[in-house]
């Protein structure tokens, strides 16, 4: 009611500050005189017309209307300048030009198109704008021009805002995976959803493929059911993240646009030299960015296609001798070739990163850390592992609520032995959180191996562990 009474204040404050003896209306056509009328400027300039509201299929047509914007008559000579000091007056519109030909008036002339939202009266122009044009003798005199606006001259959201029903959400946010635009949409917009899609690929350029995410991500292999919206249905995404190119099938992966910077902050923590062993690599956004650094890479995904697709990135960015791939169940990774490894490393200099980007499940699996190395006896200068390891919380203290979790898997107590960095807020009332810790001592080499109840991925494959060199 607030914003209703203020477009009502605003409009009547607008008619009183016109002024008729310096105000004109140019219907630019050749075909008819300039008229000198006194306009009307009603509200909502920039809504389509209302008719387009409940529309489930795009008719573009019915989206077109004729408005009625200010514009000043400008010299040639002065243009550019005087368009650079208006910049802030001037009409901003998709594919609307700032700078029209004054068809009625002599050649010499341009006509700047002006927003109507800020400038109803000669008045309306700041101290500096007003300054610029006396010193470039440009009148203040303000003429009118009828401007057709179609579909393409408006933004997404103007267009959902019309066509969903009032009082609803209007969606035109999504998250661009290369050609693809993924959206997550509510049940009440189900209906316009085909409508939405075209309208996102259409004034997204670049974007050839609309989806919306069927159903939550399965926690084995990261990947939703997803349905074509819009476009093509080719889901083969070429990325470049941080520098590097990845390549994979939307579909049957996990790829997650918004984790760039967190990716990026713990490769930087590694070294030439650094081995890391990737529990839940998916595509590689943390193996291959660290094999570029020169780090021995060990990345492992249980899902067959995150597993070829890794192997295709590896050849992609030319890192497929620093980087061997498995397709093994997480716990078996860790107790398979991370502890065939470890022993060696934790003898030498360089640094030993364990990173496990699983939120749903990664702090359950840290249980298979405790015991690894048992029959093995403790080195005199140990090297041990940094463990990055992520989960979701929704507690109130989501910091203290993941370093408990993590002591508890591990059987050991982490508080004040560990740092807690808050990666992104996923949903209202859920984070996602990283765990940093030095693996202790205590629970590589405890004698008590406790069999505690184990959340599995499914049942382990044959391992498919090869030097990336050698893969199809």
Request: charged letters at 25%; glycine letters at 4%; a neutral charge.
């Amino acid at each position: 009611m607030l914003r209703f009474l203020g477009r009502i204040f605003v409009s009547a404050q607008t008619q009183r500050s016109l002024n008729p003896a310096t105000v004109h209306r140019c219907f630019c056509s050749a075909a008819y005189p300039c008229l000198a009328v006194k306009p009307i400027m009603e509200p909502k300039l920039y809504r389509p017309p209302p008719e387009v509201r409940g529309m489930t299929s795009l008719d573009k047509d019915a989206f077109t209307q004729t408005i009625t914007v200010p514009a000043l008559r400008v010299p040639i000579g002065v243009l550019n300048k005087v368009v650079k000091s208006l910049k802030k007056s001037s009409i901003q519109r998709p594919g609307v030009p700032r700078v029209v030909q004054d068809k009625e008036q002599s050649s010499d002339f341009r006509l700047v198109l002006l927003d109507p939202r800020r400038v109803s009266s000669p008045s309306s122009f700041s101290e500096t704008e007003a300054e610029a044009l006396r010193s470039f003798s440009v009148s203040e005199e303000l003429h009118y021009y009828e401007l057709k606006l179609t579909y393409d001259n408006l933004k997404s959201e103007e267009v959902l805002e019309a066509v969903l029903p009032q009082g609803q959400d209007v969606t035109s946010a999504f998250s661009r995976v290369g050609h693809i635009a993924h959206m997550n949409l509510r049940d009440h917009q189900l209906t316009y959803k085909n409508l939405i899609g075209q309208v996102i690929m259409d004034k997204n350029p670049g974007v050839t493929c609309v989806v919306n995410k069927t159903n939550i991500i399965d926690s084995t292999y990261r990947n939703f059911k997803m349905e074509v919206l819009a476009g093509e249905e080719n889901m083969v995404a070429k990325v470049k993240e941080n520098g590097v190119t990845y390549e994979f099938d939307f579909s049957r992966v996990y790829w997650n646009p918004r984790l760039s910077t967190e990716h990026q902050r713990v490769v930087q923590l590694v070294k030439r030299g650094d081995t890391v062993f990737d529990v839940f690599a998916g595509v590689g956004p943390f193996a291959i960015p660290a094999a570029r650094l020169g780090a021995s890479i060990l990345a492992n995904d249980l899902n067959p296609e995150s597993y070829r697709w890794l192997q295709h990135n590896c050849k992609l960015n030319k890192v497929e001798s620093k980087v061997r791939a498995f397709n093994l169940d997480g716990r078996a990774f860790i107790r398979g070739p991370l502890k065939q490894e470890l022993p060696v490393l934790m003898r030498g200099k360089s640094a030993v990163h364990v990173v496990m980007n699983l939120p749903a499940l990664a702090l359950d699996f840290l249980d298979a850390f405790r015991g690894l190395l048992h029959h093995q006896e403790p080195p005199c200068d140990e090297n041990l592992p940094t463990v990055h390891c992520y989960g979701f919380s929704k507690d109130d203290d989501p910091d203290t609520d993941v370093v408990e979790r993590a002591s508890r898997s591990l059987g050991f107590p982490l508080k004040n032995q560990c740092s807690v960095h808050f990666v992104r807020n996923v949903a209202p009332n859920k984070d996602m959180m990283c765990v940093r810790f030095t693996l202790p001592k205590d629970v590589l080499f405890g004698s008590d191996a406790e069999e505690s109840e184990q959340i599995e991925e499914p049942a382990s494959k044959r391992q498919k562990c090869e030097e990336t060199t050698n893969a199809t």
